[in-house]
Nanobody
Framework: QVHVVESGGGLVQVGGSLRLSCVVSGGTFTDYVVAWFRQAPGKEREFLAGINGSGGSLATADSVKGRFTISRDNAKNTVYLQMDSLGPEDAAVYYC????????????WGQGTQVTVSS
């Protein structure tokens, strides 16, 4: 059973940066594509970025391209999301997961990590 735990969220000012972490347990870490998502109040969960087992970036959403960078440390079973130039539109709960297919995932959704952006 794959399990994910997100951390690193918090309160940041407009224009600031945060780095989120996603620790993945269960299975062989390098076998998994891992992706970051976010969900703002009243909105659907939005895909942000994905990364393959060898560290190659697979895709990045247009809404965060050039500001957010996904990476992974296979020695630590951890995927990161570096977020720069944060704006009010980035406030949301951020989640990670390992996609099994277009709409299915290896893990249950975790609790996520809250990002709040103050102006």
């Amino acid at each position: 059973q794959v399990h994910v735990v997100e951390s690193g969220g918090g309160l940041v000012q407009v224009g600031g940066s945060l780095r989120l972490s996603c620790v993945v347990s269960g299975g062989t870490f390098t076998d998994y594509v891992v992706a970051w998502f976010r969900q703002a109040p009243g909105k659907e969960r939005e895909f942000l970025a994905g990364i393959n087992g060898s560290g190659g970036s697979l895709a990045t959403a247009d809404s965060v391209k050039g500001r957010f960078t996904i990476s992974r440390d296979n020695a630590k079973n951890t995927v990161y999301l570096q977020m720069d130039s944060l704006g009010p539109e980035d406030a949301a709960v951020y989640y990670c997961n390992a996609p099994r297919g277009p709409t299915s995932f290896f893990s249950d959704w975790g609790q996520g990590t809250q990002v709040t952006v103050s102006s």
